[in-house]
């Protein structure tokens, strides 16, 4: 064989190898690029999980709160976080004891007309917070209205409200709470408000769940003040 066949030779198997080598690093390439889409994709999945944003949209048991009897569009309610704190709004509480606090949901009872006096005062006694009696002990300052609860209300407890706030994220932490009113909020047709109620209770009664919001229901009078309820999550323990 001549000198020139044997360099066609070798040139066409270095051609042939440096093809395969090309042919591996493409499909190299297009499986990294396909790992890279499925981890981007799971990542935004993980990532896009729905932040509710109308009252309906959160889970949890309602109650309709009426903040008088002579009120005659309620106010739907859901409570949707808890915790612990020495402090609420301007308050700290006395040693020995922490306050409940209570976050809530809140839209008008009818979706075409809004309210002009929107918000959860307990200058009307109209609000109480309750657990088990079986599920930690009373505080000195509870209600014995029921044997079966601890129950906290205005006539004998320290209870705070916070003023209702537009629905700006699930973080309840973040708002800036104001003091409540028995005047209230504009709240606008349709519109989920957040407002936050605080119950002081002594640290001894070391309750362990099954707490519940109590509200003004539409059919309490003063001869008939026992209040509908719903449950509330329960807090990470203090401490």
Avoid at 207 to 213: A, L, M, S
Wanted: with cysteine; charged share 20%; aromatic share 10%.
């Amino acid at each position: 064989m001549s000198i020139r066949s044997m360099s066609a030779l070798a040139l066409g198997a270095l051609m042939l190898l440096a093809g395969c080598s090309d042919a591996g690093d493409a499909d190299a390439a297009g499986e990294s690029d396909a790992s890279d889409q499925t981890t981007a994709g799971t990542d935004d999945q993980t990532s896009s999980e729905p932040t509710p944003t109308t009252f309906d949209d959160f889970p949890g048991e309602e109650l309709l709160y009426f903040d008088a009897e002579s009120a005659s569009i309620g106010t739907r309610i859901k409570a949707v976080g808890t915790e612990w704190t020495t402090e609420f709004l301007d308050y700290t509480a006395d040693a020995g004891r922490h306050y409940l606090v209570i976050y809530v949901v809140a839209t008008g009872e009818l979706d075409d007309r809004g309210l002009d006096h929107a918000g959860l005062s307990n200058l009307g006694y109209t609000l109480e917070m309750r657990y088990p009696s079986s599920a930690g002990s009373c505080s000195a300052d509870y209600t014995a209205n029921d044997p079966a609860y601890c129950t906290y209300d205005g006539w004998n407890s320290t209870i705070l409200s916070a003023q209702f706030e537009p629905l700006a994220s699930d973080d309840w932490t973040n708002y800036l709470w104001m003091e409540g009113s028995i005047f209230g909020v504009e709240m606008e047709p349709g519109q989920t408000m957040v407002g936050a109620v605080a119950v002081s209770v002594e640290d001894s009664a070391a309750p362990t769940g099954g707490f519940e919001f109590c509200a003004r229901g539409k059919d309490n009078t003063l001869d008939n003040n026992v209040f509908p309820c719903i449950a509330v999550p329960d807090p990470a323990p203090i401490g």
